[in-house]
């Protein structure tokens, strides 16, 4: 009988890290997110309409499969900004890979007329910007992330 409150009390606590952002494994407690910053090849102006909705879907379904949390996402017509909450197991290199790999093979099938825009086989241009985002600074960094739509 004293179980169930003890398990009451367990989901009220679970919850409440949720609500505050952080996540649980079965022994740890964590809240790893990280700015990323990403551009087309040859930093071209293709991120805009079609390709750019399609884009916001390709990132929210490859976190939503690998279990991470898309906070923030601006998408501009030469670069990307995403804030993103990965688990302690996932490195930010395998983050970005996966989300800029899967990315681009899609909308290279999807999209054909971008073949006239980026020669060869690859979307995004080489490499990638990411900062690891504190529980202070993260009003700021998105704050930052949602001003890139205005400009």
């Not at 681009?104 to 080489?126: I, M």
Request: include cysteine.
């Amino acid at each position: 009988m004293d179980e169930a409150p003890a398990a009451k009390k367990r989901g009220k606590r679970r919850d409440r890290r949720a609500a505050n952002g952080y996540q649980s494994g079965a022994h740890t407690t964590h809240r790893l997110r990280y700015h990323l910053v990403f551009v087309p090849k040859y930093r071209r102006r293709v991120l805009e309409g079609a390709i750019a909705s399609r884009l916001v879907e390709l990132f929210e379904s490859c976190c939503e499969v690998n279990g991470w949390s898309l906070l923030e996402r601006s998408v501009q017509v030469d670069h990307v900004h995403l804030l993103v909450q990965l688990p302690p197991d996932v490195s930010v290199c395998g983050a970005v890979k996966r989300l800029k790999g899967g990315s681009s093979r899609v909308l290279r099938l999807e999209f054909c007329d971008l073949e006239e825009f980026l020669w060869g086989s690859s979307f995004w241009g080489v490499g990638y910007f990411s900062e690891s985002v504190g529980s202070l600074e993260e009003g700021v960094v998105r704050r930052y992330i949602r001003d890139q739509r205005s400009r």
